[in-house]
């Protein structure tokens, strides 16, 4: 355990000394996940998914602000989507707009969570969302997770029907536009995930914020089975079709993501937690102390012995 | 000392920022910004909603009372409208009150420092 803790310092150590430099390669990478993850479910639009164009547009990404990052993915987003038909650009431009404009105003620090729960729907664990969202955020994440899930579902849904909609050509495009609109809003699943990551991101909240020992791992576990118990029961009332062995490894994954989340942000003794009291003239405080597991990184000195064969006799070793 | 300097060159800044206007004026102008979003958020949805009844709007086109239907489309912009102005204006006026407060404690730690050198 000592090991892992001083792991822990040596990388803590490292993003602080190399922050200028990881800060850019993050955003680089990133972008770039996130760029060719669009290109690969939608890439409609040719010259867009084309690998120099997303380095150069990753590039810009590391220099300029995170959220310029969710402003050039949802650019290329409506972009493919206006290769594919114009009512599905147009659909995806309203839905955009309305989140850019309503609710990013707010809270520009989620708008990452919006980028990264599409990710983790890709790679098969969006479950981890909810739990480090609790963990690290606010209630209010659980609005800007319900933006990430319905801008997910309405790429999926768009992805999922373009053979559909290219086969509708003959149709007139108010026809297409309420296929599209009917499709996307009739979408049980995508109700229901909101559902159960914005009761678990509150209830992962409120959990961990308790003044009980280990409140941040029985948050995790609450958490992890509340998300599994409503997903369930919704699939079982709402025939949502949810894969139920995905499900589990899925939040199995997302609880040892959360508890490496947990190592880094929460790291504290409970056997030598302190209860303490004292008044002053307004108050009574009863104060619960756990202090933070703190492990001093072994310091290597490095003594350089130079023999100087110049000199003559004597002693030759000098140190620095 | 470092808590101080990290304040000043992160948030500390847009603290500044914020307390450059009055409150009313801050809060005044968030809350005018918020009324701008609104209105293209509502012309936008409302757009998509006319033409995913296009078909039944141009057939009752003749039959329907335009009035009754301007009248509720009004009703129902300025209800959204004024529903996004109240959530801006507690959002900003928490915001600007917490500035405030984060600003004067870094002014006072600031004014204690300046003690600790003169000394």
């Not at chain 1, 579902?153 to 495009?173: F, Q, R």
């Not at chain 2, 404690?105 to 003690?115: F, H, M, P, R, S």
């Amino acid at each position: 355990m000592t090991t892992l803790f001083v792991a822990k310092q040596y990388v803590k150590n490292f993003i602080s000394k190399y922050e200028v430099y990881l800060k850019p390669l993050f955003k680089l990478i990133l972008a770039l996940v996130t760029l060719m993850i669009i290109n690969g479910k939608i890439g409609y639009m040719h010259r867009l998914d084309n690998i120099s164009i997303v380095l150069i547009a990753s590039l810009m990404c590391s220099f300029m602000p995170m959220n310029f990052i969710v402003f050039l993915a949802a650019a290329f987003t409506v972009l493919h989507m206006y290769a594919l038909s114009l009512e599905c650009a147009a659909i995806t431009l309203v839905l955009f707009l309305i989140l850019f404009l309503l609710y990013f105003r707010f809270s520009p620090k989620d708008t990452l969570v919006v980028l990264l729960t599409p990710l983790s729907f890709m790679i098969g664990i969006p479950y981890v969302i909810p739990l480090t969202m609790g963990l690290l955020g606010t209630p209010a994440s659980a609005i800007s997770v319900g933006c990430g899930i319905i801008v997910t579902y309405l790429i999926n849904y768009i992805a999922d029907s373009a053979p559909t909609l290219s086969g509708m050509e003959t149709e007139d495009i108010a026809t297409r536009f309420r296929f599209i609109i009917d499709g996307f809003l009739d979408n049980r699943a995508m109700v229901l995930t909101i559902a159960a990551f914005a009761v678990t991101i509150i209830l992962v909240y409120l959990i961990r914020r308790l003044a009980v020992d280990y409140a941040w791992t029985i948050a995790i576990i609450a958490g992890a089975l509340a998300d599994v118990m409503i997903l369930l029961v919704g699939d079982l009332m709402f025939d949502t079709n949810v894969s139920i062995l995905n499900l589990i490894i899925g939040t199995v994954f997302s609880v040892l993501i959360a508890k490496i989340v947990e190592f880094f942000a929460f790291h504290v003794d409970y056997s030598r937690t302190e209860k303490v009291q004292f008044e002053d003239d307004e108050y009574y405080y009863y104060v619960k102390a756990v202090p933070k597991i703190t492990v001093a990184v072994p310091s290597r000195t490095v003594k350089k012995i130079n023999t100087s064969r110049k000199r003559p006799s004597g002693s030759s070793q000098s140190q620095r | 000392m470092t808590r101080m300097a990290s304040y000043e060159s992160g948030k500390g800044k847009k603290d500044i920022n914020i307390l450059n206007y009055f409150r009313g004026d801050y809060i005044g102008f968030q809350v005018l910004k918020s009324v701008v979003a609104a209105t293209v958020s509502f012309l936008a949805v409302f757009a998509a909603y006319v033409f995913y009844n296009f078909e039944t709007l141009m057939q009752d086109i003749y039959k329907m009372d335009l009035l009754a239907f301007g009248k509720s489309v009004i009703i129902l912009y300025l209800c959204t409208v004024g529903a996004y102005g109240v959530i801006s204006y507690v959002v900003y006026a928490n915001r600007y009150n917490r500035a405030k407060k984060s600003l004067k404690t870094y002014y006072n730690n600031l004014k204690k420092l300046a003690g600790m050198y003169d000394k």
